[in-house]
């Protein structure tokens, strides 16, 4: 059968790993013609391609629509940035991102689990994706410093955005419309908090006020960052926690060591995220004519780093399609690698281990209505955003 790939297949969003295995045995640099782009599946290219500042830049945009879709060019802001620009931009909150500093929120992000475990937990039902939402929102909102209503609507606007319709690649016209609706609110937002500026240091103080090679953040490098900020942060912990969830109860040997040694939560966050990578793909484009496996990757063309079928590469892992919490990763592509490697990704871990401390310490055993799972559909998320379980009221 002739290999045919496209991110925007739809027969493949469920289950891309055959593929994406073909691929690697097959055509590790695969062309895909009417895209004009190449599609980079083994663990080994993704990591270095992530590191290579000088064959592939992010200055035309990292999403498959900015890449190939989009009429105009990204705006300069710092998603869309090389160094040196990319690492000054970063910078101005990387520091609040760091191990040591995330460390410090952990009461925070128990105390905020627990309050929204406990009314679940009286019911005897519970959404796992919907627990892990709601702590991410609110700890947006304590990062960034806007209202937890505010940053539960621009999520509500990034849903829409990122719904597919069958037979339509990429943003549909109603998720067109929820970015255009986005970037009214959040303006507004801007505004507003120029006019009102906060008391206390946040993330919206210093876009506010900081300047870069001596000059203001631009109200549209502020709008990217919270629109960013709403969608990195509040994906991946959500999707992973119930990823985790789903994965271990399918393993009951898994599920049973975890609940043996609660420590080894961690461990099955890490591993939830590599099996079932919440982040399916994201590219570059080419700056500089290039070979790899043979062939010629030129200048203007882009390439996709495919995060899903590198976290489950043979030539990385082994048995990368056993689902196993013991597993010792000596690299890690599931927050990324390189200049762009995901800066809340400490943050993550430790929310996504504290969702599963305290889901897994509370409830002694649970069912998963499998008839109530949803997984997203589309080229660049993936899991399962709807995870309902039962349980004995606590």
């Known amino acids: 059968m002739t290999l045919r790939y496209s991110p925007y297949d739809e027969n493949l969003w469920s289950n891309p790993w055959p593929m994406y295995k073909r691929m690697q045995d097959e055509a590790p640099a695969y062309y895909i013609e009417d895209l004009d782009c190449w599609a980079l599946s083994r663990f080994e290219d993704v990591w270095q391609a992530s590191m290579d500042r000088k064959n592939f830049t992010a200055t035309h945009g990292t999403s498959p629509d900015a890449l190939f879709l989009a009429s105009e060019p990204p705006p300069n802001v710092f998603l869309f ?7 000054k931009h970063r910078g101005l909150i990387g520091k609040s991102y760091r191990k040591d500093r995330v460390a410090v929120v ?18 005897g039902e ?4 919907a627990l892990g939402s709601r702590t991410v929102l609110e700890m947006i909102a304590s990062f960034t410093g806007l209202q937890l209503e505010e940053v539960q609507h621009i999520r509500s606007l990034v849903d829409r955005f990122f719904k597919r319709e069958s037979g339509v690649q990429g943003t549909t016209e109603a998720g067109a419309k929820a970015f255009v609706e986005a ?23 210093t876009w506010l006020n900081a300047e870069v090679d001596g000059q203001r953040l631009s109200d549209e490098q502020i709008f990217y960052s919270i629109f960013a900020m709403v969608i990195t ?31 080894l939560v961690a461990n099955a966050f890490e591993e939830a995220a590599r099996y079932d990578q919440p982040t399916n793909l994201l590219g570059r484009r080419i700056a500089q004519d290039t070979e790899l496996h043979g062939q010629e990757l030129r200048a203007g063309q882009s390439v996709l780093f495919l995060y899903a079928a590198a976290c489950r590469d043979k030539r990385e892992f082994d048995a990368p399609d056993r689902f196993d919490i013991k597993r010792r990763q000596r ?28 889901l ?6 649970f069912e998963i209505e499998q008839a109530g799972c949803k997984r997203i559909v589309g080229e660049f998320l993936q899991g399962y955003s709807a995870m309902p379980i039962r349980f004995r009221p606590q």
């Open 81 to 87: 940035m090389d160094p040196p620009e990319h690492s």
């Open 106 to 123: 952990e009461d925070q992000v128990r105390t905020v689990v627990r309050k929204h475990l406990k009314p679940m937990l009286e019911q």
């Open 126 to 129: 519970l959404d796992v994706y």
């Open 183 to 205: 970037h009214e609110y959040i303006y507004g937002l801007i505004d507003r908090y120029r006019k009102q500026p906060l008391a206390e240091q946040s993330h919206i103080s």
């Open 233 to 263: 942060g509040s994906d991946t912990v959500p999707l992973t926690t119930a990823g985790s969830i789903y994965y271990l109860n399918k393993h009951p040997d898994q599920l049973a060591l975890v609940r043996d040694d609660i420590s």
């Open 331 to 358: 690299r890690n592509l599931s927050f990324g690698t390189g200049l762009h490697f995901c800066l809340g990704q400490h943050l993550a871990r430790l929310e996504g281990r504290v969702l599963l401390e305290e």
């Open 360 to 365: 897994i310490g509370s409830i002694p055993d």
